[in-house]
């Protein structure tokens, strides 16, 4: 059974950092790209970044390009997301999710690409 699991949302003032984790099992980890996604109420999914199974080529939204770091430990089959000069426009649910793909040499930042998902971690940025 794949599972994936995210973690390090909370609350934070506006400019600071949070890291994101999104721990895997139950799959060939690195046969698969990963990817963050985010949602607030009445909005759609926005794909934040995503990362291919290799490491290589991460890609990331206009929005947080410059802010946000991608990465992932194929050891621990787990994927990062680092989140500095946070802002209020960045709250919001971050799912993380899976695309298999062991020759994939770019990803894509389209929830319908993904069938395994995360429950989601509330990022919340406010003073």
């Known amino acids: 059974q794949v599972q994936l699991v995210e973690s390090g949302g909370g609350l934070v003032q506006p400019g600071g950092s949070l890291r994101l984790s999104c721990a895997a099992s139950?799959?060939?980890?690195?046969?698969?790209?990963i990817a963050w996604f985010r949602q607030t109420p009445g909005k759609e999914r926005e794909g934040v970044s995503c990362?291919?199974?290799?490491?290589?080529?991460?890609d990331y939204a206009d929005s947080v390009k410059g802010r946000f770091t991608i990465s992932r430990d194929n050891a621990k089959n787990t994927v990062y997301l680092q989140m500095n000069r946070l802002k209020p426009e960045d709250t919001a649910v971050y799912y993380c999710?899976?695309?298999?793909?062991?020759?994939?040499?770019?990803?894509?930042?389209?929830?319908?690409?993904?069938?395994?998902w995360g429950q989601g971690t509330q990022v919340t940025v406010s003073s």
């Open positions: 990362i291919t199974p290799s490491g290589r080529r991460p």
């Open positions: 999710a899976a695309d298999w793909g062991p020759d994939m040499s770019f990803c894509a930042r389209v929830p319908g690409r993904y069938y395994h």
């Open positions: 139950g799959l060939s980890f690195d046969n698969y790209a």
